[in-house]
T-cell receptor
Framework: GESVGLHLPTLSVQEGDNSIINCAYS??????FIWYKQESGKGPQFIID?????DKRQGQRVTVLLNKTVKHLSLQIAATQPGDSAVYFC????????????FGQGTTLQVKP | NAGVTQTPKFQVLKTGQSMTLQCAQD?????MSWYRQDPGMGLRLIHY???????DQGEVPNGYNVSRSTTEDFPLRLLSAAPSQTSVYFC????????????FGDGTRLSIL
């Protein structure tokens, strides 16, 4: 079946360090992946996406890496700031035309000053 | 630009009551969807719509109805509230269900007593 999981429920980093949040997915047919950030009391906020025909995509301070061989997705945040503290979800678009996103459980990123 | 607007933000209901959660978007998005978020379960798709007049069931549709009479609005109705429907409900929208990031509202926190 389709499922998306994250390796660590909580990640604690020092301000200024780089953060890496990992995600594993099970459906090799998935063709589109998204990272969301969710702050307390807010809805998921789009960070970056990547299609399966790409291995890497960069945004402002964020990079997503996709390894289709091992079905692994990661989000790298450069120079982590206190404002980056949140829960991060990876999401996989389910096969077919429903648009359904399959979300992982989420990783809580804590940034220590 | 308001994006996706959900009302109310909080609601407490008694078992058996009915209510409608409102969702509106001003981005002219064709695709809209409803998710519920429960602790340890991630976000799960309830219903979705690929355009005005078209709706379909997601992963957990039982106990909920939707309609899409306009592009902008996608209300979610609880017919007879049950404690198992206590959750945080998120509405999302995108230009299409394929390869486009979905943008989320800030949610409705619903408690059923």
């Amino acid at each position: 079946g389709e499922s998306v999981g994250l390796h660590l429920p909580t990640l604690s980093v020092q301000e200024g360090d780089n953060s890496i949040i990992n995600c594993a997915y099970s459906n090799s047919a998935s063709d589109y992946f998204i990272w969301y950030k969710q702050e307390s009391g807010k809805g998921p906020q789009f960070i970056i996406d990547i299609r399966s025909n790409m291995d890497k995509r960069q945004g402002q301070r964020v990079t997503v890496l996709l390894n289709k061989t091992v079905k692994h997705l990661s989000l790298q945040i450069a120079a982590t700031q206190p404002g980056d503290s949140a829960v991060y979800f990876c999401a996989e678009r389910a096969s077919g035309n429903t648009g359904k996103l399959i979300f992982g459980q989420g990783t809580t990123l804590q940034v220590k000053p | 630009n308001a994006g996706v607007t959900q009302t109310p933000k909080f609601q407490v209901l008694k078992t058996g009551q009915s209510m409608t959660l409102q969702c509106a978007q001003d981005m002219n998005h064709e695709y809209m969807s409803w998710y519920r978020q429960d602790p340890g379960m991630g976000l799960r798709l309830i219903h979705y719509s690929v355009g005005a007049g078209i709706t379909d069931q997601g992963e957990v549709p039982n106990g909920y109805n939707v309609s899409r009479s306009t592009t902008e609005d996608f209300p979610l109705r609880l017919l007879s509230a049950a404690p198992s429907q206590t959750s945080v409900y998120f509405c999302a929208s995108s230009y299409s269900p394929l390869g486009q990031p979905q943008h989320f509202g800030d949610g409705t926190r619903l408690s059923i007593l």
